[in-house]
């Protein structure tokens, strides 16, 4: 059974920041393909919540957060049984400081 993908203001903020910076450095077509490739990523959570690895920066959290990987870019989400829907929390660019990621979620 398929449940909703919601991804949050953040999450979306930071595709936006995503799509802006590879408008600039490469084309506005390269930005929206990537950005869309990884909304297909994470939309394909709507029938395996559980695919992705659990995210180890943030174990000590309620919630069991996983992510899933593309290129870059580590897509954190978890799944909310109350609402019977995964909750994409960010998309981080794993090229960063790891610790950043603990501040976001």
């Known amino acids: 059974m398929a449940v909703k ?11 936006k920041k995503i799509f802006d910076y590879y408008k600039l450095k490469a084309s ?6 990537l ?8 939309n394909s959570l709507d029938f395996q919540t ?5 995210e180890e920066l943030l174990l000590e959290r309620k919630e069991e957060f996983r992510y899933l ?6 897509i954190i989400y978890w799944f909310n049984k ?3 829907r995964v909750e994409i929390t960010d998309v ?7 610790v950043k990621l603990q501040r976001r979620n």
Request: hydrophobic letters at 35%.
């Open 5 to 15: 993908v919601y991804w949050t203001q953040f999450a979306k903020n930071e595709l």
């Open 28 to 33: 506005p077509s390269i930005a929206q393909n």
């Open 35 to 42: 950005v869309k490739a990884i909304l297909m990523k994470g």
């Open 50 to 54: 559980e695919i992705g690895q659990k």
């Open 69 to 74: 990987v593309f290129k870059n870019y580590k």
């Open 82 to 84: 109350d609402k019977n």
């Open 92 to 98: 981080f660019d794993s090229r960063q400081n790891p």
